[in-house]
């Protein structure tokens, strides 16, 4: 019998810059007295973070939800969006708050991102948009979702809340569809404690986007546009600053630790491991994610995930409830189960195992070899 770990391993653990970096960008903010509002630190930071992410235009917000609402604002979506239930809440939710009816679309059993093939039966006289989401860092099928928004004159949001850095064929994953959004969440490979950005390569658009996330104001005489307060403050900012340095190596430790639950977990009867993808992409490695089928492997998710815990270990149920489960959208038609059969079945096996760079590699062998004991 394994022993359980001393201590709590969770499921992630946030990046942290050292205490004098941070104090020493504290200074500079203390002596500037510029706290938010399109501060030095701010503008900088778009700069860097658009060069990072290899995007022509970039907007910083206080957070991705809030950057996904002005996003739908942007374009003026109306009427109906399709998108996927296998997301966190605030994919739908922004909708919502834009009065806008999310469509729910299935996914596909493999990347368990939004069915290209799927999306265009869903597609109704009020469908204005698609809002996909790089599910886990795994990028949507960006060609297919463009042939369909192309076919049709809608516009394609992405929600690349988790997919920092991730590129395809050498582009950043922020140019395809219409805007992206990337959440800085404390939780994510990069982040500002809390924060976000849209990126877009329509030069047009940036004044809109940042007109929106100042309330509108165009100057001391102007407000044009209901707009919101979206800013990133000059210490989060600056945090971002510093935070852009850790990237990489963080990335880095990850993918050690990921290729390890690949080489531990692979092959195991039961258990289906993060998507395959192509040479062409670039992953972040920013989630493991495992799949567990319990007829096969002889224990379900749920009994899986509460054996863990006698472990010690914390692993989370990503995505579980679909948001098409929501009390607040389960009347929706497209919210039957008959229309969501993949999502649903992925949601019932779906376990987010623990990844972050502090995480020691024996651990992540022994975790393998806890998680491996529970099979048939
Ligand atoms: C897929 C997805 N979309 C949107 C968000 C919302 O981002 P934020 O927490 O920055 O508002 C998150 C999570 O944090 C997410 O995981």
Known sequence: MLEPFRERIYVTRPVLPTLEEVTSKLRDIWDSKWLTNNGPQHSMLELE?????????????????????????????SGEVITTPFTFAATPHVLSWNNITPIFCDVDAETMNL??????????????????VHVFGTPCDVEKLQEVADRYGLKIIYDAAHAFGVELDGRGIGNFGDISMFSFHATKLYHTLEGGALVHGDKNLKPRIDLLK?????????????GINGKLDEIRAAIGRIMLGYVEGERLKRRQIYEIYEEELGGVAGITLMPEVSADVKLNYQYYVIRIDEKVFGRSRDEVYDALRDYNIFSRKYFHPLCSEYTCYRQLSSSRVENLPVANQIARQVLSLPNYGELALDDVRKI????????K
Not at 115 to 132: F, N, R, W, Y
């Open 368 to 375: 393998c070899a806890i998680l491996k004991s529970f099979g």
């Open 49 to 77: 973070l658009a060069e990072f992410l290899k995007v022509p235009y970039l907007s910083l917000f206080n957070n991705g939800t809030i950057a996904l609402m002005v996003a739908c604002q942007s374009l003026r979506l």
């Open 115 to 132: 069915d290209a093939e799927k999306v265009e039966s869903m597609i109704t006289p009020h469908t204005t948009g698609i809002l996909a």
């Open 214 to 226: 100042n309330f509108g104001i165009k100057n001391e005489d102007e407000v044009v546009m209901p």
